[in-house]
């Protein structure tokens, strides 16, 4: 259980893959312009992650590694399909809403990446608390930069007027060059986090005595 939670934390907050390794930023700047679509994309991503880890960690030892790639696609993209489909059933608007970033889950470099690095190489113990972490990771960080883009952007949250009619939507959070800026801000605040914390207590000590 130990093991698990360590796991499960280094995606959700040490190698968070948006903050701290920095990839799959694509859908991260293009889908955030609403909290609704920020969740979405990441709960849809995390389905797909957590259930490619698992076959793939599942019949690894099955895989010829000559063609191991091809496999790989072919697993996510089955998974990617899947969620596409119950997206476009049940939630037709979020579906219509983040158009073609949903079935682009198949080249996502975290899923690929994870799958790689991870999936094809440990049990299933341990690719289940990586996929859940790397996706939540990968949520919540969608979920906050949804959150100020869409408050400051239109004045509400989730449809809802929160700021009030007085309010004057900033447009420029709103557009692209808005997601880059809120997603640097982001950024620089989860690299600073990782360097108070990689520091020891020792050398906080100095820095307060000098």
Partial sequence: MKNFWKIFVNGLINENPLLILMIGL???LAVTTS???GIGMGLSMTFVLLMSEIVISIFRKLI???VRIPIFIIVIA???TIIDYVL????PDLSESMGLFIPLIVVNCIIMGRVEAFASREPLSGVIPDALGMGLGYTWVLAGISLVRELLGSGSILGLNVL???YTPI??????????FVFALFISFGLFLKSRKS???VDRDKAGCC
């Fill in 64 to 66: 010829p590694q000559s």
């Fill in 26 to 28: 694509c859908s991260s």
């Fill in 35 to 37: 909290v609704v679509n």
């Fill in 88 to 91: 476009q059933a049940y939630f």
């Fill in 164 to 166: 009030g009619p007085s």
């Fill in 171 to 180: 447009l420029f959070f709103a557009l692209p060059p808005g997601g880059f």
């Fill in 78 to 80: 089955a998974f990617t």
């Fill in 199 to 201: 520091k020891s207590p």
